[in-house]
């Protein structure tokens, strides 16, 4: 079980003094660590604002005693060099709408809340890349767009109206905000699993999920299902679990960047991420490593010549693939010149580069789940009906083909070779590579970073065992890495 700290100036209010995990840094400096004493977790609400100041050297002391700390010395400094505030781009899908009631406007963001809802999930994503426990958001409209600054906060500066939101943070926080409510089972490991509940095809359904929890729960890792709202501090975790569908400009990739740097062991890495969520360096490493693939040209032109050259290379039809996309989006299939022409300038709108691949046709796809090196599951998906792919994004009735999954021993051995060769040139991560088997040869389509582990498909076959070599391999990272 954890143990929670607040460690206080001394003059903070009495309110906070008073609440039971409320400590001065004195106390903190003298008394800790402690013998055998529990995982500890330290809230810093020192005034950090200067340089070897007691906040900055509580954070400091925190980190050499192996205490996760809020906010930690990293981001003290992060805060620091923003503190002239200096304005950047909101990016966020969803947030660049929102407009301030003024052209200028200050939210308190306290532990990630605030006090208007309007600008809970914007707090939310500010503080899972900058975690303190006081910020202060500035938000400025200048020529329709949407710019904001950021400080950090003291406590002093509070205003007696936002003290009930500080107080409500800090008892969630210490209370419910990293444990699991209702058990008294004790866990060595904590693992946050990313997922997406509006998402509508998630790498994992909710059968899958809670297997994967009981899974970690037998080896000792307590598990948690949050979406990336609830993940309001990845250092709260031993390991990241990443089970929504990843792209390199999105919160799925910064997290996984979050936890790598905060030491937690992570899948999908951010190297995996980036290489299997561009095409573009899949075709350039493969080729490289001699893997089996699918004939490829990477297209960067409209003019004639590029499309006579595609013509004569491939004739029709062809395939163009974006370079970023995963489970068959961004792929389409062209059967004449003025489709190809239409549809490379439609592309080149949202992409600098463009892949042309040969098109082969065949009543299924092979995707053999990879997991450090091994494979563990494999699977023969069949096309959508009257569809040239497995996915049919465009049909409600029939999304999907049908499926088989069978032991790892009897896919062909072409096949299983080129899985284990392809996922080598990504990582040692849990990989899902996808393959045709056309006149004898095996061509892999590509390498995604977060299969599918759907219950009652991909673990139809090895049924709770799939789920165990998964969260032992967690396991075995975690134990390696000795904390």
Known sequence: ???????????????????????????????????????????????????????????????????????????????????????????????????????????????????????????????????????????????????????????????????????????????????????????????????????????????????????????????????????????????????????????????????????????????SILRCCNKVYLHDAFNYQKVPSLSTQVVNSLSETTLDGLEQRFGYPLVLKMPEGSFSKGVYKIDNRSMLQTTLAELFEQSALVLAQEYLFTDHDWRIGVLNGQAIYACRYYMARNHWQIYNYDSKRFFSGGFDTLPTFEVPKIVLDAALKSAKVVGNGLYGVDIKVYDHRAHVLEVNDNPSIDHGIEDAYLGEELYMQVMAEFLRRLEQRGR
């Open 1 to 271: 079980m954890s143990k929670t700290l607040i460690v206080v100036d001394d003059g903070t209010s009495q309110q906070i003094q008073n609440l039971p995990a409320s400590i001065s840094f004195e106390e903190y400096l003298r008394d800790y660590p402690k013998l055998n004493e529990p995982k500890t977790r330290i809230i810093n609400l020192c005034d950090t604002a200067r340089y070897l100041s007691k906040g900055y050297y509580c954070s400091l002391l925190a980190e050499a005693r192996h205490h996760h700390v809020l906010p930690s010395v990293k981001t003290i400094n992060a805060l620091r060099s923003n503190d002239g505030g200096e304005a950047f781009w909101l990016m966020e899908s969803g947030l660049t709408s929102l407009i301030p009631d003024q052209d200028t406007e200050s939210v308190l963001i306290c532990l990630g809340k605030v006090m208007d809802p309007r600008w809970q999930k914007l707090a939310t994503r500010v503080f899972q890349r900058y975690p303190a426990p006081l910020l202060k958001l500035t938000l400025h409209l200048e020529n329709s767009q949407l710019l904001m600054s950021l400080q950090r906060y003291r406590y002093d500066d509070v205003s007696p109206e936002f003290h009930p939101l500080l107080l409500g943070a800090l008892q969630e926080y210490t209370q419910s905000s990293w444990r699991r409510r209702g058990t008294a089972k004790r866990y060595r490991w904590d693992m946050a699993i990313l997922v997406n509940p509006e998402e509508a095809v998630p790498p994992s359904n909710k059968g899958a999920i809670s297997r994967f929890i009981k899974a970690a729960a037998k080896l000792g890792i307590n598990a948690q299902a949050l979406s990336a709202d609830e993940l309001l501090n990845i250092s709260h975790y031993d390991a990241l679990f990443i089970r929504e569908t990843t792209a390199i400009d999105h919160h799925t990739y910064r997290l996984a960047c979050q936890a790598e740097a905060s030491e937690l062991v992570v899948l999908d890495d951010p190297d």
